[in-house]
């Protein structure tokens, strides 16, 4: 099953990058990203995917939309 984080994008970066070590081997590529991030239409076609910075990371646990920048909304508590 899926366990969804339910902390600030800050805590999640920093668990991302608390090992460099591991993190490198087990998250970060050689352009240093983060995470991949897709949007998915409702066919479950991938329309755009690419890679995000450790900033862009955050503010995506942050329900900010990587792309435009705008907020996704307010998640379910």
Do not use: C
Not at 45 to 63: F, G, I, M, N, P
Request: overall charge negative.
């Amino acid at each position: 099953g899926v366990k969804l984080f339910h902390g600030s994008g800050a805590a999640a970066r920093a668990y991302v990058e608390a090992d460099r070590s591991r993190a490198d081997e087990y998250y970060l590529g050689a352009d240093q990203a983060v995470a991949e991030y897709a949007v998915i239409d409702a066919t479950g076609e991938v329309t755009a995917a690419r890679s995000l910075s450790a900033d862009e990371y955050e503010a995506w646990v942050d329900w900010v939309n990587p792309d435009t920048g705008e907020s996704m909304g307010t998640p379910r508590k």
